[in-house]
């Protein structure tokens, strides 16, 4: 069974950073994809970034290209999300997500396994 666990969020004013980890377990990933989605109140799960857990490639939601970055950490089964220069229209719980198979959607719905989600709140 996959288990994603989510850490790193909290609050912080405008311009700031924060970095969210995903530690994945249960099985061992290969070609599949990670993802990061967030969810605002009153608004639907929207794609943040993405990339496979071999390769190099990496994904980004137009609106935060250049602000975030998206890596990973093999030996640690880990993904992060480097948040800088947040806005508050960033606020959202931020999940992170993995499918069975190989491919890159952006749709939620597509996903397989998602953490409990980690709160980001960005204050003016």
């Known amino acids: 069974q996959v288990q994603l666990v989510e850490s790193g969020g909290g609050s912080v004013q405008a311009g700031g950073s924060l970095r969210l980890s995903c530690a994945a377990s249960?099985?061992?990933?290969?070609?599949?994809?990670m993802v990061w989605f967030r969810q605002a109140p009153g608004k639907e799960r929207e794609f943040v970034a993405a990339l496979r857990w071999s390769g190099s490639t990496k994904y980004y939601v137009d609106s935060v290209k250049g602000r975030f970055t998206i890596s990973r950490d093999n030996a640690k089964n880990t993904v992060y999300l480097q948040m800088n220069s947040l806005k508050p229209e960033d606020t959202a719980v931020y999940y992170c997500?993995?499918?069975?198979?190989?491919?890159?959607?952006?749709?939620?719905?597509?996903?397989?396994?998602w953490g409990q989600g980690t709160q980001v709140t960005v204050s003016s």
């Open positions: 997500a993995v499918g069975n198979g190989p491919g890159l959607f952006t749709t939620a719905s597509r996903y397989n396994y």
């Open positions: 249960g099985r061992t990933f290969s070609n599949n994809v």
